[in-house]
């Protein structure tokens, strides 16, 4: 761990400054929650930036070191995370910035300035996207040595921009709640700031298109680790089959995502699927284990017999 830290310093410099200070707000929010009573739509005023900043903590850091396996130095890459960081400071500023003023930071439009200050944040998502776009296709270009990580990056990457689209829906017009003043909902099928599980906040009577957006933008850290999990544990399988199962294992990712968004959209608690959604997950799995199988089962001769 303390090599880990040492070697985190000397990554993208803009981006561990900021990763730093997402660390220190999220012990201020922390704190936040449990000494100011205010709630906001049925939640501690606190909590929301509490989970971006340890979001952004997760991202930022991720982002980083992924940055310092590619084999040499990318302006294009140093450049978009400038970017990043910009972006990710004016939405952090506008959501720490309506708690200080008890008010809501997404879909607010009861003011001119709410409305502006939703607007900043869509662009900076936005501008986001696009950098976070530049960075994957960096990663695909210079080509990290190790394949399996090369695959496990790539699809984080990838995927995490997909979680990234899965929240557009919670700002569509389907998504106008009717309330005067509000322009989007995460809930569907029932208003925002009603029962949920407990820190995500995700709604347990209606849809929540904040599931499938958190799984997605996940996947950053989700398959890296998978790739580091069979490297250690499964070191009679050669580079080539850890890339493949890798490969398996982000197309099943991509589906679970967009699955989960399907079942938000029809209104459905996540911890209260229908038939239709508890056969598409049965179908997924099967999918997956045969696809996993396959892939075993092709490896390559050599490494087989030395098993």
């Not at 803009?14 to 997402?22: D, I, L, Q, Y």
């Not at 996207?129 to 530049?134: I, K, S």
């Not at 990838?158 to 709640?177: E, I, W, Y």
């Not at 396959?294 to 030395?306: E, H, K, M, S, T």
């Amino acid at each position: 761990m303390t090599t880990l830290l040492r070697r985190a310093t000397h990554w993208n410099r803009p981006m561990m400054v900021f990763v730093s200070a997402m660390a220190v707000l999220a012990v201020v929010a922390a704190v936040g929650i449990l000494v100011d009573p205010r709630v906001l739509t049925g939640a501690p005023i606190w909590l929301k930036p509490f989970k971006f900043a340890v979001s952004f903590v997760l991202y930022g850091a991720t982002l980083a070191w992924m940055l310092s396996l590619l084999p040499r130095r990318s302006r294009a890459a140093e450049w978009a995370f400038t970017v990043i960081v910009a972006m990710a400071v004016i939405e952090m500023l506008v959501i720490v910035g309506q708690v200080v003023r008890g008010q809501t930071s997404h879909f607010n439009d009861t003011t001119p300035l709410n409305t502006a200050l939703f607007a900043a944040m869509g662009a900076a998502i936005m501008m986001l996207f696009l950098a976070h776009l530049v960075v994957g296709i960096v990663v695909l270009i210079r080509r990290i040595p190790d394949r399996a990580a090369l695959t496990a990056v790539g699809w984080g990457l990838g995927l995490s921009l997909l979680g990234m689209l899965a929240a557009v829906p919670m700002a569509l017009p389907m998504q106008d709640p009717g309330i005067e003043g509000i322009g989007g909902a995460h809930s569907v099928g029932v208003l925002d700031g009603g029962p949920g599980l407990p820190i995500v906040g995700w709604s347990t009577t209606g849809g929540d298109l904040r599931i499938g957006h958190f799984v997605g933008l996940h996947a950053l850290q989700a398959l890296p680790i998978l790739a580091i999990l069979l490297s250690r544990f499964a070191t009679r399988l050669d580079e080539r089959t850890r890339a493949r199962l890798l490969v398996v294992a982000g197309g099943a990712y991509g589906v679970l995502t967009v699955l989960l968004t399907w079942q938000a959209l029809r209104g459905q608690p996540l911890l209260r699927p229908d038939a239709a959604t508890l056969v598409a997950v049965a179908a997924l799995v099967l999918a997956t284990a045969t696809a996993a199988g396959l892939v075993l089962a092709r490896r390559r001769p050599d490494v087989a017999l030395a098993a």
